[in-house]
């Protein structure tokens, strides 16, 4: 070790998959610790590792018992197997404590939550916050008074390699019904108006009421329910629509209406529409920026029957939970109140049991980038 080149060691050091292990291997010599905590090397190596995913938030549509008491506090679940011990991930730091928040969207290694304790106000404060690091940020409500949708946004690439942290967050919020404003709140500043341009390709003036479909890639989707099966995209980051068409081969104003279909983000970062028709689950890509397909297609009751506890008789599918990359599906069965849950990997399109009342979507929280390095450098 002593004969190889500092050129060498970083080599080296980069080829580690896991984050978990390049800390440990910093805190082997002061020399290691150098060669990772340099900026060169840490941008380097977060352009070939992504960090790797703590787990995720759900807001519970029910109470759950924490301590022998009933609350509707986030819950975490960890990632399989847990990569950090879930004591970590805890959101008891909040001002007033877990059970007055609810998480709206995460990004990398932060969330953002709504608090839910506001009572005669027009709207929730905000907050910015980072659960492994316990750090958090207050934002007050955005103004005017029919902010409806808040979305995190990436910022310009750090000298690291990062995207988003507590020091340079961007929060989007959508305001009014035609979707031709927002507000933005970046980090260390306040809230600013954005106009948008509405008009693009299938974007009339009269753009009003669409059909939330999902987000994905730091962008959220927006359904025309007027039957040309248009599919209009807001870019979170330029503030800038863009309008694509979905295939003519599905009824979707039907399916939308009756919430048979979601649009989420898949294994691979990009867009996906997953979408139930009588019993069959079809997952649609994009082409290219004008136009989705057909990628993978699925029969549910061939999927699950071999799954335990498998129901023998039901009448039909709900989604009920969306996440990056899987999506929680439950079966509505005769003569039973509870539902059947069960989870499809967008990416195998394997089924697996779910537990249930896991939230409507599941929040993806990262490990904060860049790594904590906390002893002596030199």
């Known amino acids: 070790m002593d004969a190889m080149n500092e050129d060498a060691l970083s080599l080296i050091l980069e080829r580690v998959e896991s984050h978990v292990s390049l800390v440990r291997a910093a805190a082997v010599c002061r020399r290691w610790r ?185 962008s959220w989707y927006f359904y025309i329910r007027d039957g040309s099966r248009t599919l209009i995209g807001l870019d979170g980051s330029t503030g800038v629509f863009s309008s694509s068409v979905l295939p003519a081969i599905e009824n979707w104003d039907v399916h939308i209406q009756s919430f048979n279909c979601i649009l989420t983000e898949g294994c691979d970062g990009n867009p996906r529409i997953v979408a139930l028709f009588d019993g069959t689950m079809k997952v649609f890509s994009r082409l290219d920026s004008t136009e989705w397909a057909l990628e993978k297609m699925i029969q549910l009751s061939e999927a699950t029957c071999s799954l335990s506890g498998y129901p023998s008789s039901f009448v039909g599918h709900n989604i009920s939970t969306i996440g990056v990359g899987f999506i929680i599906l439950s079966q509505r069965v005769f003569g039973i109140a509870e539902q059947w849950p069960f989870s499809v990997n967008l990416e195998t399109m394997e089924a697996s049991p779910a537990a249930n009342n896991v939230g409507r979507i599941a929040y993806q929280c990262e490990l904060p980038w860049p790594p904590a390095l906390h002893a002596c450098l030199d």
């Open 34 to 218: 150098r060669a990772v905590a340099d900026a060169a090397f840490l941008r380097r190596y977060r352009s070939l590792h992504a960090p790797p995913a703590a787990g995720y938030y759900h807001n519970p549509t029910a109470p759950w018992g924490v301590d022998g008491k009933l609350g509707y506090s986030p819950v975490f679940v960890p990632s399989s197997p847990p990569i950090v011990d879930v004591r970590h991930l805890s959101l008891d730091f909040l001002p007033g404590g877990a059970e007055s928040w609810s998480v709206q969207d995460s990004r990398g290694s932060l969330l953002v939550l709504m608090d839910t304790r506001y009572h005669g106000r027009a709207l929730p404060d905000l907050a910015i916050c980072e659960p492994l690091t316990r750090s958090f940020h207050m934002i007050p409500p955005p103004p005017g008074s029919d902010c409806w949708g808040s979305i995190l946004l990436d910022s310009e690439v750090n000298e690291v390699g990062g995207r988003i942290s507590m020091s340079n967050f961007r929060l989007l919020c959508i305001n009014g019904v035609t979707l031709t404003s927002t507000s933005i709140f970046t980090a260390g500043s306040s809230w600013s108006e954005m106009n948008i341009d509405p008009m693009a390709p299938g974007i009339g003036p009269d753009f009003r009421h669409p059909a939330i479909l999902g987000r994905a890639s730091g």
